[in-house]
C-alpha cells in the first residue's frame, strides 16, 4: 500500500499515486517474473533430473539386456559344451563298454577252450592209466597160466571180468562214487594177493557215518598209490607185508584217506629201483599227479597229497604213509 502525502496539489499527487503504482506494478511484475522464472526452472531441472533417470533406467535396462544376453549365452555356450560333454562321454561309455564286452568275451572263450583242453588232458592221462593198469592185470593172469592152476586161473578170470567192466565204465565219467572207487581197488588188491598168497595182506577200512554211494571222487586215484605200495614197498620183503587203506571223512566237504604199508620205504626202494636193469618208473603215479593239478586247476579245488616215511624208535624205515585229502 502506498501513502497519500498531503500538502501536495491534485496534479502532484496524481503523478504521485502513478509513480507509486508503476514502482508497485514494476515490483509485483518483477516478483511475479521471478516467481514464473524460478518456477520454469524448476520445472527445467525436474525434467532435467527425469532425463538423468529415464537415461539412467535406460542404461541399468541395456547392462541388464546385455547381461541377460551374456548369461543366455553362456547358457547356450554352457548347454552345448554339456551336451558335448555328455555326447562324448556317452560315446566314451558305449566304446569302453564295446570293448569290455570284447574282452569279458575273448576271457570267456579263453576260458571254456582252457577248460576244454584240461577235461581232454584229463580224459587223455586216463585213457593213458587205463592201458597200464589193464596190463598189470594180464601179467597176473599170464602167471596163473604158466603155472598150470585152473581154479586159480578161474577164479582170477572171474575177478578180472569185473575189475575190466568196473574199469571200462569208471574211464566214462569224470567222478564216480567213493563205493565203486573202493570196489575197484579192492579187485584189484584181491588180485595182486592171489599171485602172492603169502606175501600180501591187505585192509579197507571205511569210517561209520560215510555214505560210501552218495560221495564222488576222480576215478581210479587211489589204485596207483596202492599198487606202487605193493611192487615198491611190499614186493622187497622176504616175508611180504600189509597194505592198509583207511578212509575217513572229518568234515562235511572233505575227504581224508590213508593208504599204509610196511614195506622197505621210499629211500630202499630207490636203492632197489637202481640197481634194477629195466628201471622202471612208476607210470601211474606219474600220471595220478598231473590228473589232480589238472582237476584242482579245472574244478578250482585242492585235493592234496602228501607222502610221509615211517620209521621206528632207531630211525629205521618201516614203511610209507600217502595222505589224499580230497574236497567233497
Known amino acids: 500500500m502506498y501513502r497519500i502525502h498531503k500538502g501536495l496539489n491534485h496534479p502532484e499527487k496524481a503523478l504521485f499515486h502513478l509513480e507509486q503504482y508503476t514502482a508497485l506494478l514494476d515490483s509485483t511484475l518483477q516478483t511475479e517474473i521471478k516467481s514464473g522464472r524460478d518456477m520454469v526452472q524448476m520445472q527445467l531441472n525436474q525434467e532435467k533430473q527425469q532425463l538423468q533417470i529415464s537415461r539412467l533406467r535406460v542404461r541399468e535396462l541395456e547392462q541388464q539386456q546385455t547381461v541377460q544376453n551374456r548369461t543366455r549365452l553362456g547358457l ?9 560333454l555328455v555326447g562324448g562321454v556317452s560315446f566314451y561309455n558305449r566304446k569302453l563298454k564295446s570293448q569290455n564286452q570284447i574282452l569279458e568275451e575273448k576271457n570267456n572263450l579263453v576260458r571254456e577252450v582252457t577248460q576244454k583242453i584240461q577235461m581232454t588232458e584229463i580224459a587223455a592221462l586216463r585213457a593213458q592209466m587205463n592201458p597200464h593198469f589193464i596190463f598189470n592185470c594180464l601179467n597176473s593172469i599170464q602167471y596163473f597160466t604158466a603155472q598150470n592152476d585152473a581154479d586159480k ?5 572171474t575177478k578180472f571180468s569185473r575189475l575190466i567192466r568196473l574199469v571200462l ?29 603169502d606175501k600180501l595182506h591187505y585192509q579197507i577200512q571205511l569210517a561209520d557215518g560215510i555214505d560210501a554211494e ?25 616175508e611180504g607185508g600189509l597194505v592198509q587203506v583207511a578212509v575217513a571223512q572229518p568234515t562235511e566237504d572233505r575227504l581224508h584217506i590213508e593208504i599204509t604199508d610196511d614195506g622197505v620205504g621210499r629211500l630202499k626202494a630207490a636203492e632197489y629201483k637202481s640197481k634194477s636193469a629195466t628201471k622202471n618208473k ?12 589238472l582237476i584242482n586247476q579245472l574244478y578250482n579245488t585242492q585235493t592234496q597229497i602228501s607222502i610221509t616215511d615211517l620209521t621206528d624208535a632207531g630211525g629205521n624205515a618201516t614203511g610209507t604213509r600217502v595222505t589224499v585229502e580230497i574236497p567233497v
Open 76 to 84: 547356450l555356450g554352457g548347454m552345448g559344451l554339456l551336451t558335448l
Open 153 to 157: 586161473a578161474s577164479d582170477y578170470l
Open 169 to 197: 565204465e569208471n574211464s566214462k565219467s569224470d567222478k564216480v562214487t567213493l563205493a565203486n572207487e573202493l570196489e575197484t581197488l579192492r579187485l584189484y588188491i584181491e588180485m595182486e594177493a592171489m599171485r602172492f598168497p
Open 214 to 238: 552218495s560221495i564222488q571222487i576222480p576215478p581210479l586215484l587211489l589204485q596207483p598209490f596202492v599198487e606202487n605200495a605193493i611192487w615198491h614197498g611190499l614186493m622187497h620183503k622176504d
Open 282 to 293: 612208476s607210470f601211474g603215479m606219474k600220471l595220478t599227479a598231473e590228473r589232480i593239478q
